[in-house]
């Protein structure tokens, strides 16, 4: 297991991700950057100009003609590992949130979705990627979108703000999960709900065996199992939570789809 605080992980990934940012924002002074790539933590999660992301575990993440027409940046800066768009079942006119928004492509996609009665707001911790997603939404023509700086342990938005929480593979880069869920509760509306990809530990995997399968900045150390997972959605007041795998990242270790609602209306 790691022995490092949860300052210095939050500093090591949002350096991490920084430098995801300028490598493309910068791709002639680019070193190669990490991603949520798996136990190696190298960038074959990052997305290619044409979408494909045959050597992630995830493989190519969106539907054919899902990403046509967004900026290239923003298709590079894609270092998720899944498509919780798929999941969410997002409807014309609702408020959307993506948590860890990266480059921005999940809330272009969901600006679409949502049409322009709808709006998609983002959140991320890293200047380099916020300057990176406001420019790529202003290559895209949105005008439905927002990029937050904060926390996802804080979110920067008010309570029952939104109908819908995305995330693609960075709650388990958070240090404080619970804190994360709690949040998610909050800024949804009553009967609001939550599509997320993220990685999850098969149960029998204890805290020591995640370490050892990959990085935490890879996205695996710092894994929740299944149970863990649904543990911590009913804390945080969910109703009908779900953990589905779908595919292997590491022995014992899953891209997996999340859901849940928050009871009411």
């Not at 949520?36 to 074959?44: E, I, L, S, V, Y």
């Not at 929480?165 to 958070?174: H, Q, T, W």
């Given at each position: 297991m790691t022995d490092q605080t949860g300052t210095e992980l939050r500093e090591e990934v949002r350096s991490r991700y920084a430098l995801a940012a300028r490598s493309v924002l910068n791709p002639e002074n680019a070193t190669s950057a990490a991603s949520?790539?798996?136990?190696?933590?190298?960038?074959?999660c990052a997305g290619s100009a044409s979408g494909e992301r045959e050597n992630c575990f995830g493989g190519p993440l969106?539907?054919?003609?899902?990403?046509?027409?967004?900026?290239?940046?923003?298709?590079?800066?894609?270092?998720?590992?899944?498509?919780?768009?798929?999941?969410?079942?997002?409807?014309?006119?609702?408020?959307?949130?993506?948590?860890?928004?990266?480059?921005?492509?999940?809330?272009?996609?969901?600006?679409?979705?949502?049409?322009?009665?709808?709006?998609?707001?983002g959140v991320d911790m890293t200047d380099d990627m916020l300057a990176l997603a406001r420019a790529n939404a202003a290559k895209a023509g949105a005008r439905n979108v927002d990029f937050l700086k904060g926390q996802i342990e804080a979110l920067p938005l008010?309570?029952?703000?939104?109908?819908?929480?995305?995330?693609?593979?960075?709650?388990?880069?958070?240090?404080?999960?619970?804190?994360v869920l709690s949040e998610m509760f909050r800024v949804l509306v009553p009967g609001g709900r939550i599509g997320i990809s993220d990685v999850v530990a098969e149960d029998h995997m204890t805290a020591a065996d995640r370490a050892a399968a990959g990085s935490y900045v890879g996205c695996i150390a710092g894994a929740l199992s299944r149970a863990e997972y649904l543990a911590g959605l009913a804390a945080a007041g969910f109703a009908q939570p779900e953990v589905m795998f779908t595919t292997e990242a590491a022995p014992g270790m899953h891209s997996a789809i999340i859901r849940a609602v928050k009871p009411g209306r």
């Open positions: 949520c790539a798996g136990p190696t933590a190298d960038p074959c969106y539907g054919e003609g899902e990403i046509d027409g967004l900026p290239q940046e923003a298709i590079l800066a894609s270092l998720g590992c899944g498509n919780p768009l798929a999941v969410a079942d997002l409807r014309e006119g609702e408020r959307v949130l993506d948590l860890g928004s990266g480059g921005g492509i999940d809330v272009l996609l969901s600006a679409r979705r949502v049409g322009p009665t709808g709006f998609a707001y008010p309570d029952a703000s939104v109908d819908v929480v995305i995330s693609n593979c960075v709650i388990n880069l958070s240090t404080d999960k619970p804190a």
